[in-house]
């Protein structure tokens, strides 16, 4: 090997002064089109084939909604669908100052399924019944009785 080769040749960028061949667009080419945009702001209307719009109401829709609703029914629907004994699950709700606390109930020989091992199941339902509540605006938290 030669010693006037250099071991590697690194790609050619060239120059400095080669940059002011380079042609800028003009500011007649450059274009504003934010006017052009159109922002649906009214977020109290429904979705394009009538249904509801996560985290919108209409003012008619406001007053009818119970406090932790989908919260409640997310939790009952996962319970029943766990447990041997479906009929046994009852939900209370008690609407306070810092959310909805449900307490569930279910038979005896249910309690294990529903706690699951090391608590996994009942931390799964918490955090299910949780984010159901946030989609609402409200929170949650759920309490397992004997």
């Not at 002011?20 to 429904?46: F, G």
């Given at each position: 090997?030669?010693?006037?080769?250099?071991?590697?040749?690194?790609?050619?960028?060239?120059?400095?002064?080669?940059?002011?061949?380079?042609?800028?667009?003009?500011?007649?080419?450059?274009?504003?089109?934010?006017?052009?945009?159109?922002?649906?702001?009214?977020?109290?209307?429904?979705?394009?084939?009538?249904?509801?719009?996560?985290?919108?109401?209409?003012?008619?829709?406001?007053?009818?909604?119970?406090?932790?609703g989908?919260?409640?029914?997310?939790?009952?629907?996962?319970?029943?669908?766990?447990?041997?004994?479906?009929?046994?699950?009852?939900?209370?709700?008690?609407?306070?100052?810092?959310?909805?606390?449900?307490?569930?109930?279910?038979?005896?020989?249910?309690m294990?399924?529903?706690?699951?091992?090391?608590?996994?199941?009942?931390?799964?339902?918490?955090?299910l019944?949780?984010?159901?509540?946030?989609?609402?605006?409200?929170?949650?938290?759920?309490?397992?009785?004997?």
């Amino acid at each position: 090997m030669a010693s006037d080769t250099p071991i590697f040749e690194g790609p050619d960028f060239g120059s400095i002064d080669d940059a002011d061949d380079v042609d800028l667009a003009d500011d007649a080419d450059l274009v504003d089109d934010s006017d052009d945009v159109e922002v649906d702001t009214d977020e109290t209307e429904n979705d394009e084939e009538g249904g509801y719009t996560a985290g919108t109401l209409s003012d008619d829709d406001a007053g009818n909604r119970v406090s932790g609703g989908v919260a409640r029914s997310v939790l009952e629907h996962v319970a029943r669908s766990i447990v041997d004994d479906p009929d046994a699950v009852v939900v209370r709700a008690d609407s306070g100052r810092n959310g909805t606390r449900f307490d569930l109930h279910v038979a005896p020989g249910d309690m294990g399924r529903i706690i699951g091992k090391r608590g996994r199941v009942a931390q799964a339902l918490r955090v299910l019944v949780r984010s159901a509540a946030a989609r609402d605006g409200s929170d949650a938290s759920v309490d397992i009785v004997d």
